[in-house]
């Protein structure tokens, strides 16, 4: 069965961090990018960051860069978003989405793709961040 689970959302303060992970089970995760979106409700999703598993290429959204980063651990077949100096407009559901490398050929066209291109997606985790 392919599947994305995350885990390590949660209630945080203003500055600070929180991890999330995205552990892959189900497809060869080596022939992947796996990005970060956020959403809230009523809004459209957002692409946060987006890594490729095979060559370690990685994007950032522009409110994100400087405090966000991602990372793999292939042994693993897990994907990690390292939040720092966290603000309030960073509230949202965070969820990770598995695309094919040979769909999006460079982690910068991650944000672009439509949704029906990523082929499994996992079910969110929850950020809160009080200011």
């Known amino acids: 069965e392919v599947q994305l689970v995350e885990s390590g959302g949660g209630l945080v303060q203003a500055g600070g961090s929180l991890r999330l992970s995205c552990a892959a089970s189900?497809?060869?995760?080596?022939?992947?990018?796996i990005g970060w979106f956020r959403q809230v409700p009523g809004n459209k999703r957002e692409g946060v960051s987006c890594?490729?598993?095979?060559?370690?290429?990685?994007h950032y959204a522009d409110s994100v860069k400087g405090r966000f980063t991602i990372s793999s651990d292939n042994a693993k077949s897990t994907v990690y978003l390292q939040m720092n100096n966290l603000k309030a407009e960073d509230t949202a559901v965070y969820y990770c989405?598995?695309?094919?490398?040979?769909?999006?050929?460079?982690?910068?066209?991650?944000?672009?793709?439509?949704?029906?291109?990523?082929?499994?997606r996992g079910q969110g985790t929850q950020v809160t961040v009080s200011s």
């Open positions: 989405a598995a695309i094919a490398h040979s769909v999006v050929v460079a982690s910068t066209l991650c944000f672009s793709a439509p949704d029906y291109l990523y082929e499994t």
């Open positions: 890594i490729t598993i095979s060559d370690g290429g990685t």
């Open positions: 189900g497809f060869a995760f080596d022939d992947y990018a």
